[in-house]
């Protein structure tokens, strides 16, 4: 029946397709109205915000640009301290994820699988759990105190706290998500390596690497989004307000006695913008690497 | 070039506890510049047997030696040897030129220019000179082969090991690789072993075949003799498409009885039988022949059940009679016409019989050569 309709193009109209649209459009609508009503707020002044329902666009004269700005100032040390957090620890993660999972996929020797399952425990250990013992850990290391011939890095204590413990949690998701895609690798091709003449090391170097391309986008894009996402571990590492990141930023646009929604909003916008520049750098190989092919 | 010795080898894997002998106490000798062809069923050891030639397994017992040095524990990089995979196993991110030099950069101190030029030659001679800046996705099925290959003779190793490297081409380029890789070997004189399932490529590519089943050597021998001359029931068997035709017999007096036939022997072959009772009784196809009338004792009277023709010949698979469940295959002149459901007489020539001892399978006497001597054509 349908097809015969969907064929007959020039009678009658495909009431099927309608209906799939129609539902379709709902669910958008439903899915991006909180968006739209965000994006509308931060575009509004505060008389004309009280004045009106949240998804309305501004009215001509309720419209400002104002709250971008001060959201933008008051978030531009936290973002960049965010960017000199995420970076490396992103990179990290995923560099020692990809070793790991190298030398538990691809290598052979007793008592792997012991390994694994720690690796997987990771994954489960949630963050609340290990707030206490993280910073009797950090206390007990005394990191700045090592660090205080560097003044450069003494400074930045907090981040660099922050970075490492990113890292480690980081690094159990991304040896397991390399290592699903290291398992789809030829073992004849490892073996032929050998024959080859190269060391374990160099199959990593030669071979493995530049085949990871499309897992490691989908491990940054991932780390990269926790990690800049993350305020618990933030709250409790960071002391100094200097080395604030963006989500500590972004809660204190939160006033104290008047509620600025135009500017809350503006600044989760603005805070929200760097995971979405690297998902669309990295979002074709993001797509190869979820697909599975290498 | 090399001589390699495979001494008493033995693979147990530890399966959860329980041992796997997958090779069997293995002993082969390569001579120097040999092609020889190892062949088996699948899961008889041959795979294994090459792997642990090449390092990457490792020998639980027994000795491999290269040109007199033991290599049991030598890793894959400093034993010598090339090896090509059923799956080429090419690196996909480097194109034919890096695929083929990642061996001598890794292995070898040469320096780029000499490597860039030896691989230049090698490509040229596997006529693959054109495609070297390619990567493997954008080469056929054939043509990676000829990478794969070309990655294994471009190290001028001691000695090749292939695993089945045709059988992912189609049949036509097939047979078209096999003579080609036949001349190649010659020419290099590479000592080579081979591992197949096909019994084609074991007849026609090997100086040698070795015949393995479930772990054992069966027989090493040249193609010839492996097929005239059988060491047991399962070389027998496994050499010559079609295969073989078996009937279980029991000696008595002066001939074999079966189930549905018997067969007189004369007094030379009761000799060669010893004090066996319980015997198989081989014919291969082509020595069945189909008579028009009974007029001997080895002649029986049968109901042809299915015919294949080939165009140079057919296959005809007989039954002694109509609702029988024994069938036996004939292969007959390609020009002479057999229907399903006809009767025809089929003769057991004395000297075409091959027999084997019903216990333990091995050849108590196989087919007289005098005729073949005859036939072959002088070189």
């Known amino acids: 029946?349908?097809?015969?309709?969907?064929?007959?193009?020039?009678?009658?109209?495909?009431?099927?397709?309608?209906?799939?649209?129609?539902?379709?459009v709902v669910m958008a609508a439903f899915y991006l109205s909180p968006l739209e009503?965000?994006?509308?707020?931060?575009?509004?002044?505060?008389?004309?915000?009280i004045g009106s329902t949240p998804f309305v666009p501004p009215p001509p004269s309720g419209f400002t640009v104002?709250?971008?700005?001060?959201?933008?100032?008051?978030?531009?040390?936290?973002?960049?301290?965010?960017?000199?957090?995420?970076?490396?620890?992103?990179?990290?993660?995923?560099?020692?994820?990809?070793?790991?999972?190298?030398?538990?996929?691809?290598?052979d020797w007793r008592g792997q699988v012991a390994v694994i399952m720690l690796f997987v425990a990771g994954i489960f250990?949630?963050?609340?759990?290990?707030?206490?013992?993280?910073?009797?850990?950090?206390?007990?290391?005394?990191?700045?105190?090592?660090?205080?011939?560097?003044?450069?890095?003494?400074?930045?204590?907090?981040?660099?706290?922050?970075?490492?413990?990113?890292?480690?949690?980081?690094?159990?998701?991304?040896?397991?998500?390399?290592?699903?895609?290291?398992?789809?690798?030829?073992?004849?091709?490892?073996?032929?390596?050998?024959?080859?003449?190269?060391?374990?090391?160099?199959?990593?170097?030669?071979?493995?690497?530049?085949l990871s391309v499309p897992i490691f986008a989908v491990t940054l894009i991932y780390q990269f989004t926790q990690i800049w996402n993350d305020l618990l571990f933030a709250l409790v590492l960071l002391t100094s307000p200097e080395n604030q990141v963006v989500t500590l930023s972004l809660n204190q646009l939160q006033g104290s006695m008047?509620?600025?929604?135009?500017?809350?909003?503006?600044?989760?916008?603005?805070?929200?913008?760097?995971?979405?520049?690297?998902?669309?750098?990295?979002?074709e190989q993001f797509a190869e690497g979820v697909a599975g092919e290498s | 070039m090399a001589q390699l010795i495979l001494d008493h080898v033995t693979k147990v894997f530890d399966d959860n506890g329980s041992d796997i002998v997958a090779v069997d106490d293995v002993n082969?000798?390569?001579?120097?510049?040999?092609?020889?062809?190892?062949?088996?069923?699948?899961?008889?050891?041959?795979?294994?047997?090459?792997?642990?030639?090449?390092?990457?397994?490792?020998?639980?017992?027994?000795?491999?030696?290269l040109d007199d040095r033991v290599i049991n524990d030598a890793s894959p990089r400093d034993r010598d040897i090339a090896m090509v995979f059923q799956s080429y196993a090419l690196y996909p991110h480097m194109t034919v030129r890096e695929n083929m030099s990642f061996g001598l950069e890794e292995s070898t101190d040469l320096d780029g220019d000499t490597i860039s030029t030896k691989v230049t030659e090698?490509?040229?001679?596997?006529?693959?000179?054109?495609?070297?800046?390619?990567?493997?996705?954008?080469?056929?099925?054939?043509?990676?082969?000829?990478?794969?290959?070309?990655?294994?003779?471009?190290?001028?190793?001691e000695v090749f090991l292939m695993d089945e490297p045709l059988s992912n081409l189609d049949a036509k380029l097939r047979s078209g690789m096999r003579t080609e890789l036949q001349r190649l070997q010659e020419d290099l004189g590479v000592t080579t072993m081979y591992v197949t399932h096909d019994q084609t490529e074991a007849m026609t590519m090997g100086d040698r075949i070795a015949i393995l089943n479930d772990g054992r050597l069966q027989q090493v021998a040249t193609p010839l003799e492996a097929y005239h001359q059988p060491a047991n029931q399962f070389v027998a068997g496994f050499i010559g498409d079609p295969s073989m035709n078996f009937f279980e017999m029991e000696m008595q007096g002066d001939r074999l009885v079966g189930q549905e036939f018997a067969y007189p022997?004369?007094?030379?072959?009761?000799?060669?039988?010893?004090?066996?009772?319980?015997?198989?009784?081989?014919?291969?196809?082509?020595?069945?022949?189909?008579?028009?009338?009974a007029s001997g004792d080895h002649d029986y009277e049968t109901v042809v059940d299915v015919v294949e023709p080939m165009g140079n010949e057919n296959n005809v698979y007989l039954n002694f009679t109509a609702d029988s469940d024994t069938t036996f295959v004939a292969t007959i002149g390609g020009m002479r016409s057999v229907e399903a459901g006809q009767p025809a007489v089929a003769r057991f020539p004395e000297s075409a019989i091959h027999l084997f001892d019903a216990e333990t399978g091995e050849a108590l006497k196989n087919r007289s050569l005098d005729e073949l001597e005859n036939a072959e054509p002088r070189l």
């Open chain 1, 125 to 210: 250990v949630p963050y609340q759990s290990v707030l206490v013992p993280l910073t009797q850990f950090w206390t007990m290391v005394g990191l700045e105190d090592i660090l205080a011939g560097v003044p450069l890095l003494a400074e930045r204590t907090g981040l660099l706290e922050l970075i490492i413990t990113h890292t480690a949690y980081g690094i159990p998701i991304c040896t397991i998500l390399f290592r699903s895609y290291y398992a789809t690798i030829d073992p004849e091709m490892l073996e032929a390596a050998r024959l080859d003449g190269a060391t374990v090391a160099r199959i990593y170097w030669k071979i493995i690497l530049p």
């Open chain 1, 258 to 283: 008047v509620q600025q929604y135009n500017l809350q909003m503006a600044g989760a916008f603005v805070a929200a913008l760097p995971t979405l520049v690297v998902y669309v750098l990295f979002g």
């Open chain 1, 66 to 107: 104002e709250p971008w700005f001060e959201a933008w100032s008051r978030l531009q040390l936290g973002v960049f301290n965010s960017l000199l957090l995420a970076i490396p620890a992103t990179a990290l993660s995923a560099i020692f994820g990809s070793l790991a999972a190298y030398g538990l996929t691809n290598v």
């Open chain 1, 1 to 24: 029946m349908s097809s015969q309709t969907a064929n007959d193009s020039t009678s009658g109209i495909d009431f099927q397709r309608i209906g799939l649209y129609a539902v379709l």
């Open chain 2, 265 to 293: 022997l004369s007094q030379q072959t009761r000799e060669s039988l010893g004090d066996a009772v319980r015997v198989v009784l081989g014919v291969r196809p082509e020595d069945i022949e189909l008579v028009s009338e």
């Open chain 2, 28 to 65: 082969i000798d390569l001579e120097d510049g040999e092609f020889l062809v190892l062949v088996g069923p699948s899961g008889c050891g041959k795979s294994t047997t090459l792997r642990m030639v090449a390092g990457l397994e490792t020998v639980t017992s027994g000795e491999i030696r």
């Open chain 2, 122 to 157: 090698t490509a040229e001679m596997l006529n693959i000179g054109e495609l070297v800046d390619r990567k493997p996705r954008e080469l056929s099925g054939g043509q990676r082969q000829r990478v794969a290959l070309g990655r294994a003779i471009v190290r001028d190793p």
């Open chain 1, 37 to 49: 009503s965000g994006l509308m707020t931060a575009f509004k002044s505060q008389e004309a915000f």
